[in-house]
T-cell receptor, first 112, second 111 residues
Framework: NAGVTQTPKFQVLKTGQSMTLQCAQD?????MSWYRQDPGMGLRLIHYSVGAGITDQGEVPNGYNVSRSTTEDFPLRLLSAAPSQTSVYFC???????????FGQGTRLTVV | AQKVTQAQTEISVVEKEDVTLDCVYETRDTTYYLFWYKQPPSGELVFLIRRNSFDEQNEISGRYSWNFQKSTSSFNFTITASQVVDSAVYFC????????FGQGTELSVKP
């Protein structure tokens, strides 16, 4: 049972570089989301999706893009990385919005 | 708009003390769900409990208990006889269309 798989676990980027954080789940969950965790700020919602082809903005969407072409995958794209995007990123999935969320192991991203 | 507030940033207790973590939420929805998650030092997020807005009964699970009061928009979490293994960051969350988390409370239990 893989659950929610996030890759990579660690990444260092230079300012201005782009990258994609991958997230895949094998539980046939409809709801998927991305969060960033910063000290003292808790988990802040970046983008979320209630099903394939549907995405919406969360609390802190600026600088990030998402797409949901399949039920299983929900990649997060940083088009032009900035030091303010240094954070730990978590992907989560759940059967529905209001059911238990399962989280990936997190990606620690540093932008220099 | 949805909002979750955990006013206690850090709490430090000595083992065997009882400790209560506060959670206050805001929502215009009449139907919503509340959650608590635990993040131990290893970093993963662990689900603890889910309650819906129509069920105000207190819940007890071993040393853990939860008090949901709709009148004060609070969903507090109490650990009885705390242990060192309870040291973690605890998050309260609210689901109503999307899942929103509070800022988290870092609990340190000292031997």
């Amino acid at each position: 049972n893989a659950g929610v798989t996030q890759t990579p676990k660690f990444q260092v980027l230079k300012t201005g570089q782009s990258m994609t954080l991958q997230c895949a789940q094998d539980m046939n969950h409809e709801y998927m989301s991305w969060y960033r965790q910063d000290p003292g700020m808790g988990l802040r919602l970046i983008h979320y999706s209630v099903g394939a082809g549907i995405t919406d903005q969360g609390e802190v969407p600026n600088g990030y893009n998402v797409s949901r072409s399949t039920t299983e995958d929900f990649p997060l794209r940083l088009l032009s990385a900035a030091p303010s995007q240094t954070s730990v990123y978590f992907c989560a999935s759940s059967y529905e919005t209001d059911t238990e969320a399962f989280f990936g192991q997190g990606t620690r991203l540093t932008v220099v | 708009a949805q909002k979750v507030t955990q006013a206690q940033t850090e709490i430090s207790v000595v083992e065997k003390e009882d400790v209560t973590l506060d959670c206050v939420y805001e929502t215009r929805d009449t139907t919503y769900y509340l959650f608590w998650y635990k993040q131990p030092p290893s970093g993963e997020l662990v689900f603890l409990i889910r309650r819906n807005s129509f069920d105000e009964q207190n819940e007890i699970s071993g040393r853990y208990s939860w008090n949901f009061q709709k009148s004060t928009s609070s969903f507090n979490f109490t650990i009885t006889a705390s242990q060192v293994v309870d040291s973690a960051v605890y998050f309260c969350a609210l689901a109503g269309g999307k899942l929103i988390f509070g800022q988290g409370t870092e609990l340190s239990v000292k031997p």
